[in-house]
C-alpha cells in the first residue's frame, strides 16, 4: 500500500480527508473491485476529490445533517455504492434498481453538474439514465419493487442495510406478514372491562323468558311442559358448555402449509416464476431454478427482504407467501 503524504497544516484539507476516505474504503470493501473489475479506473473517480467537491459544495451539509442525519462524507459512500450496483447490474434505464431517499438526493446533485456526470459515466463504462418521479398506483408497485431488489443486492454485497431505507417495503396487496399480524394484536390490546350498567344490561338480556301466565290450570300445565327441558336437548348443551371451555391449539408462528405462486429474480435482471408447496427447501429451489435455466449456478445464494435463505430451511419458514419474490445472486458475474 503507498504510503499517504505528510500533511502541512493542522487543519485537514479535502485532498486529506479524500485520501484517508480511499484508503478506509479500499480496504473496508474491496466488493467495488468486484462490482466495478470491467472499469477499475471508475474507483479512482469515484473516489476523486473532484466528485466529492462538487457533492460537498452542491449538497448542504446542514440539510443532509438534518433530513438524512448523516454526514457528507456517509452521504457520498452511499452514492458510490449505488452507482457501482447500478453498473454492475447493467442498469442503465433504471428499470432494474431504484434509489433511496438520501441515494436519490445525492444521485440528482451530480447530474445538476452535467460536465462532472458526463465524465463520471465515462469512467464507469456506462450510461445511467434516471428516473423523475412516478405516473400512477402501478408505477409506483414496480419502484417499491426495484427499491427491494436494490436493497438485496446492498445487503449481500456490503453487509449492512442501506442508509434510510424506507420502512415501506414491498409488500403484495391484501397480504401482512406474521410481524405486521402480530404488531396489530398488540395495538388492539386487551378487551375492556364491562361498567355496571352494560354487565347489568346483558343480565338482563341473557335471561330467558319467562312463561306466559293464564288463570286455566290447564293452559298452565301446558306452558310447563313445553318449558321442561328434554334429556336430549340437556345433553347438547352440555356438549356445547364443553366445547366452549375446551382450549384451542395456538396458532402458528409461520404461515400454513399450502400452494403459493413466488418470483426469482436473478441479479442481472432476469426473473422466473414458479407455484408449489411452500414446504420446498431452498436447496430444491435453487434445484428447480437449476432445471428451468438448464445449467448449474454458480455458487447461488437466494435473498429475501434481505436476508440470505439458509439451504436448508423451506419458504414457509421465512414466511413466503403468495406473489413474493426473491433475489438470486451468482458469483463471478460479469458487470457491465
Sequence with gaps: MPAKRQRTSSDASTADVMED?????????PVYKTLLAHAPNSIEFLFSTRLYDVLKESASQDRITRTFNVTIERAVEELRRLLAIKT?????????TSPTPLMRH???TAILDTRLYSDLQKALECVLHNRLGVASD????????????????????????PVGFPKATYESPGLTTSTERTANDKAKGPPKPATSTERTANDKAEEPPKPA???DPATNDKAK????????????NQKAREASTTPTAPENEHSTAGNISYIVRHAQGREWFFT???????????????????RPLRVPKLYFD?????REKTLRDYDITDCKFMILLEDDVAGC
Design 21 to 29: 476516505l480511499k484508503f478506509t474504503n479500499a480496504m473496508i470493501h
Design 88 to 96: 454492475f447490474m447493467r442498469d442503465h434505464d433504471a428499470d432494474k
Design 213 to 215: 301466565t293464564s288463570t
Design 225 to 236: 311442559n313445553a318449558t321442561t327441558p328434554t334429556g336430549t336437548s340437556s345433553q347438547s
Design 106 to 108: 445525492m444521485w440528482h
Design 138 to 161: 402501478a408505477d409506483a408497485e414496480v419502484r417499491k419493487l426495484r427499491l427491494e431488489t436494490m436493497k438485496a443486492l446492498y445487503t449481500a454485497y456490503f453487509s449492512e442495510t
Design 306 to 310: 434481505g436476508v440470505r435463505l439458509d
Design 276 to 294: 408449489g408447496s411452500n414446504m420446498i427447501t431452498i436447496d430444491e429451489l435453487i434445484g428447480k431454478i437449476q432445471s428451468t435455466v438448464g
